[in-house]
């Protein structure tokens, strides 16, 4: 009797010692997002989103058996801290690849030092023009705004019959002045006459002067480059001083709290995102119901891209033979991501690569449509161009 | 041997980071020595951060001239509006210093070569742990020469009391804006050297919040001495960084910390005569 307990014990210890191995084979995954201050309404999402899809991935039996570790490191969404905790994950996590960071200014620090010691940097969030310059090693599924902007204008423009529009942005931002940039070439593009443009300052709540001007102009619709702080206030004060053009929005707008905020202002409003809430494809389905399964609070674009994203790298991953030698499975790993194409929460993705300023050979882009949303009794409508 | 690399490819940046720090917190003990509270120091730091990054991105100057251009433009800058901010003192210097910081933020935010909010990127590495520690150096000791010099005396005598200072034949303004303008010099150093190896720079990094930042190092350190901003400045980077295993709690343990050290040792962490107090007592206080 007392042998055969021994028996069991020496087993259950042998067990234990043989699935070690186990252990060791994981895959080590960086994650890098602001989770504390003003970015971490971006970063905990993304955090939330890379979770979930590790989790179900490791619940199906992982990738080719190893299991998916995630390492999380928060980078407080300043660029010193993204550079270390870049350098920690790369150099003494010796995690395979990274993802984030959360801001664009982040990636702009930290991204060289992934790309010199030759180690996938993948953004979820980065959207700014010229993140995939730094190197063959950067990607990022974000849709950027100069592919988004030209579908939202167009399309905006073919609903309501816009003949001429008037714009208005804040000039002292990165993430709405490159907005406005972007807008300013597609109004030119599609020649659009503009007939004035407004700035406002960040913390701004009082836009009635630029308003005002703006409706002196009798614009058929307002372009508005803005973060959806400021977005409410334009709105609301718009339809106070009598202005009954609709808005277009940029990636700003792109926030549900935004127009319970702004009531009826906000009616009619175009957004084009990389993700709808509205999808009906199966894997958005799934996302949408896991997430709110398991944080309790409806997702968002953010968090589906980093979803996504661990799906890219999972297919990947899938292709690579792992050798335990670190640099070549992180070569192995850059070299599979280009080829990976998947149907995700955000649609059918894949990647492209990116045209960098001086011709050398940069990093990976996302290639994705957009969806074009309408604003309808304060919610986003997917707009299908009845 | 070996654990040094790992360690040095690991935290490089990180001691990087503490050392333009020290360089900024001993900037600014320049001016608190002198009874200036100017908190124009972050903005001289962007503008050494900026001229220094355009030269090498456009001109392709080597960097050592860079870095000395880093460090006249702020000091030529600090010389011009130093005779009319320097007129102020106390709190409405610290007003018309961070006044003069906000200008230099929506000057850098609305010229078109500083790239505006979206700041510059792609500044090569140029940056080396020796340049930082030669710097270091010799501002160390450049600057304990001056405390023991005339000019240092001059100093002294301006913080303890101005009027007194002037009624013993001291010129007053000059020293006061000799201050100001070597401060300027070392921070657009610091910034010069910061904007090499972080690859990227953007105005809001030279706005208020580092203004505050650079005074608390140095404060926190204790300003009576040249080690004080120094350690504050090393206490402050690093502090963060041990922190991370706490994850969520670390802000809070960070700022738990420095209210601790400002409740119970109000001179700074670096007091010469509180230590010294303790190892004549035999460890009693």
């Given at each position: 009797?007392?042998?055969?307990?021994?028996?069991?014990?020496?087993?259950?210890?042998?067990?234990?010692?043989?699935?070690?191995?186990?252990?060791?084979?994981?895959?080590?995954?960086?994650?890098?997002?602001?989770?504390?201050?003003?970015?971490?309404?971006?970063?905990?999402?993304?955090?939330?989103?890379?979770?979930?899809?590790?989790?179900?991935?490791?619940?199906?039996?992982?990738?080719?058996?190893?299991?998916?570790?995630?390492?999380?490191?928060?980078?407080?969404?300043?660029?010193?801290?993204?550079?270390?905790?870049?350098?920690?994950?790369?150099?003494?996590?010796?995690?395979?690849?990274?993802?984030?960071?959360?801001?664009?200014?982040?990636?702009?620090?930290?991204?060289?030092?992934?790309?010199?010691?030759?180690?996938?940097?993948?953004?979820?969030?980065?959207?700014?023009?010229?993140?995939?310059?730094?190197?063959?090693?950067?990607?990022?599924?974000?849709?950027?705004?100069?592919?988004?902007?030209?579908?939202?204008?167009?399309?905006?423009?073919?609903?309501?019959?816009?003949?001429?529009?008037?714009?208005?942005?804040?000039?002292?931002?990165?993430?709405?002045?490159?907005?406005?940039?972007?807008?300013?070439?597609?109004?030119?593009?599609?020649?659009?006459?503009?007939?004035?443009?407004?700035?406002?300052?960040?913390?701004?709540?009082?836009?009635?002067?630029?308003?005002?001007?703006?409706?002196?102009?009798?614009?058929?619709?307002?372009?508005?480059?803005?973060?959806?702080?400021?977005?409410?206030?334009?709105?609301?004060?718009?339809?106070?001083?009598?202005?009954?053009?609709?808005?277009?929005?940029?990636?700003?707008?792109?926030?549900?709290?935004?127009?319970?905020?702004?009531?009826?202002?906000?009616?009619?409003?175009?957004?084009?995102?990389?993700?709808?809430?509205?999808?009906?494809?199966?894997?958005?389905?799934?996302?949408?119901?896991?997430?709110?399964?398991?944080?309790?609070?409806?997702?968002?674009?953010?968090?589906?891209?980093?979803?996504?994203?661990?799906?890219?790298?999972?297919?990947?991953?899938?292709?690579?033979?792992?050798?335990?030698?670190?640099?070549?499975?992180?070569?192995?790993?850059?070299?599979?991501?280009?080829?990976?194409?998947?149907?995700?929460?955000?649609?059918?993705?894949?990647?492209?690569?990116?045209?960098?300023?001086?011709?050398?050979?940069?990093?990976?882009?996302?290639?994705?449509?957009?969806?074009?949303?309408?604003?309808?009794?304060?919610?986003?409508?997917?707009?299908?161009?009845? | 041997?070996?654990?040094?690399?790992?360690?040095?490819?690991?935290?490089?940046?990180?001691?990087?980071?503490?050392?333009?720090?020290?360089?900024?917190?001993l900037?600014?003990w320049l001016?608190?020595?002198?009874?200036?509270?100017?908190?124009?120091?972050?903005?001289?730091?962007?503008?050494?951060?900026?001229?220094?990054?355009?030269?090498?991105?456009?001109?392709?100057?080597?960097?050592?001239?860079?870095?000395?251009?880093?460090?006249?433009?702020?000091?030529?800058?600090?010389?011009?509006?130093?005779?009319?901010?320097?007129?102020?003192?106390?709190?409405?210097?610290?007003?018309?210093?961070?006044?003069?910081?906000?200008?230099?933020?929506?000057?850098?935010?609305?010229?078109?070569?500083?790239?505006?909010?979206?700041?510059?990127?792609?500044?090569?590495?140029?940056?080396?742990?020796?340049?930082?520690?030669?710097?270091?150096?010799?501002a160390f000791y450049g600057l304990a020469r001056l405390r023991?010099?005339?000019?240092?005396?001059?100093?002294?005598?301006?913080?303890?009391?101005?009027?007194?200072?002037?009624?013993?034949?001291?010129?007053?303004?000059?020293?006061?804006?000799?201050?100001?303008?070597?401060?300027?010099?070392?921070?657009?150093?610091?910034?010069?050297?910061?904007?090499?190896?972080?690859?990227?720079?953007?105005?809001?990094?030279?706005?208020?919040?580092?203004?505050?930042?650079?005074?608390?190092?140095?404060?926190?350190?204790?300003?009576?001495?040249l080690?004080?901003?120094?350690?504050?400045?090393?206490?402050?980077?690093?502090?963060?960084?041990?922190?991370?295993?706490?994850?969520?709690?670390?802000?809070?343990?960070?700022?738990?910390?420095?209210?601790?050290?400002?409740?119970?040792?109000?001179?700074?962490?670096?007091?010469?005569?509180?230590?010294?107090?303790?190892?004549?007592?035999?460890?009693?206080?």
């Amino acid at each position: 009797m007392k042998l055969t307990r021994t028996a069991l014990l020496l087993t259950a210890l042998f067990s234990t010692v043989a699935s070690l191995p186990v252990m060791a084979a994981d895959i080590k995954i960086g994650v890098t997002e602001a989770l504390t201050g003003g970015a971490a309404q971006y970063g905990v999402p993304i955090r939330n989103g890379f979770q979930l899809a590790a989790d179900e991935i490791n619940a199906k039996g992982g990738v080719n058996g190893n299991k998916i570790q995630l390492v999380i490191e928060d980078e407080q969404g300043k660029k010193e801290e993204g550079i270390n905790v870049f350098k920690k994950l790369i150099f003494q996590d010796k995690v395979l690849m990274i993802f984030g960071p959360t801001l664009s200014n982040s990636m702009f620090a930290a991204g060289p030092v992934a790309n010199a010691a030759k180690t996938v940097a993948f953004g979820t969030s980065n959207t700014a023009n010229g993140i995939t310059d730094i190197g063959p090693y950067i990607f990022r599924n974000s849709v950027m705004e100069s592919d988004v902007l030209p579908v939202t204008v167009a399309t905006a423009v073919k609903h309501y019959k816009v003949k001429q529009v008037a714009v208005i942005y804040g000039n002292d931002d990165a993430f709405t002045k490159s907005g406005y940039d972007v807008f300013k070439k597609v109004l030119e593009e599609q020649k659009i006459p503009v007939t004035t443009t407004e700035t406002y300052v960040k913390g701004d709540v009082d836009f009635k002067a630029q308003l005002t001007k703006i409706k002196g102009t009798n614009p058929d619709a307002v372009v508005c480059s803005c973060l959806a702080e400021e977005a409410a206030n334009i709105m609301l004060q718009a339809r106070g001083l009598g202005i009954k053009a609709p808005f277009i929005g940029g990636n700003g707008f792109n926030s549900p709290k935004l127009f319970e905020i702004s009531k009826l202002a906000g009616e009619g409003t175009f957004v084009g995102s990389p993700w709808s809430n509205a999808n009906p494809a199966p894997a958005n389905k799934n996302f949408v119901a896991a997430y709110q399964k398991k944080y309790g609070g409806e997702p968002n674009q953010f968090a589906a891209q980093a979803y996504d994203a661990m799906y890219v790298a999972a297919a990947a991953l899938k292709d690579v033979k792992l050798s335990g030698d670190l640099a070549a499975d992180r070569e192995a790993l850059k070299n599979a991501l280009p080829k990976v194409s998947i149907e995700g929460a955000t649609g059918p993705f894949k990647f492209r690569p990116a045209k960098t300023k001086d011709g050398k050979p940069g990093g990976w882009d996302a290639d994705q449509k957009p969806f074009i949303y309408q604003v309808q009794g304060g919610k986003f409508t997917l707009y299908t161009g009845k | 041997m070996e654990w040094f690399n790992d360690f040095w490819s690991t935290y490089s940046t990180l001691v990087f980071t503490v050392g333009v720090h020290m360089l900024l917190a001993l900037s600014i003990w320049l001016t608190l020595s002198c009874g200036l509270l100017s908190l124009a120091n972050a903005a001289f730091m962007g503008i050494g951060a900026y001229v220094s990054a355009l030269l090498t991105l456009n001109a392709g100057w080597a960097f050592p001239t860079v870095l000395l251009a880093g460090g006249i433009a702020p000091a030529l800058v600090a010389l011009v509006i130093g005779a009319p901010v320097l007129r102020l003192s106390g709190v409405y210097l610290a007003m018309a210093t961070l006044a003069f910081g906000e200008v230099v933020r929506i000057t850098v935010l609305n010229l078109d070569i500083t790239g505006g909010p979206e700041g510059l990127n792609g500044i090569p590495l140029a940056t080396e742990g020796w340049h930082i520690a030669l710097l270091l150096l010799l501002a160390f000791y450049g600057l304990a020469r001056l405390r023991r010099s005339k000019v240092g005396r001059a100093f002294e005598a301006i913080k303890e009391d101005e009027i007194a200072a002037r009624l013993m034949g001291i010129n007053v303004n000059r020293y006061k804006l000799l201050a100001f303008v070597l401060g300027g010099f070392i921070a657009g150093i610091a910034g010069a050297l910061n904007a090499h190896f972080t690859f990227f720079i953007s105005p809001r990094e030279y706005g208020f919040e580092p203004a505050v930042d650079i005074l608390t190092m140095a404060v926190l350190g204790g300003t009576g001495s040249l080690v004080g901003p120094a350690l504050g400045a090393g206490i402050l980077t690093l502090l963060p960084e041990l922190l991370r295993f706490l994850h969520d709690f670390r802000s809070l343990v960070n700022g738990a910390v420095l209210v601790l050290v400002v409740l119970f040792l109000p001179k700074g962490i670096w007091e010469p005569r509180r230590i010294r107090a303790f190892f004549r007592k035999g460890g009693q206080a």
